[in-house]
């Protein structure tokens, strides 16, 4: 006969619990601040045009700050946050559209 398995502990189930959810709200946090990573490097190049990029780079992390019905409280606020930000910081103009529309992307 093979002993039974250790039982966890309720505190020691509720702090593993604890810790996977931390883990999956990181992971949540990195994905979404990815983007605005990949946009901003995109958006900073030195060695190539990056007007006709604006425009795209906009539509994108506004998509990426919609709301989620997943959301937590954390990244609701985070998402609103930075939809926030990116409609006030990055302001399109005609050119931005201009150079979308003309340059083949």
Known sequence: MQPEPARESRSHTRLREKAEDINVR??????FMEVFETETNRL??????TLQYVM???YRLLKLCE???EDDLM???L???????VS?????DDY??????HSGI
């Open 26 to 31: 990181v992971e949540n946090l990195l994905k």
């Open 88 to 92: 006030q910081i990055m302001l399109l």
């Open 79 to 85: 998402r609103e946050r930075g939809r926030d930000e």
């Open 96 to 101: 931005h559209k201009i150079a979308t529309f």
């Open 44 to 49: 900073q190049g030195e060695t190539y045009p």
């Open 67 to 69: 709301p989620q019905d």
């Open 56 to 58: 795209l780079a906009y």
């Open 75 to 77: 990244m609701a606020r």
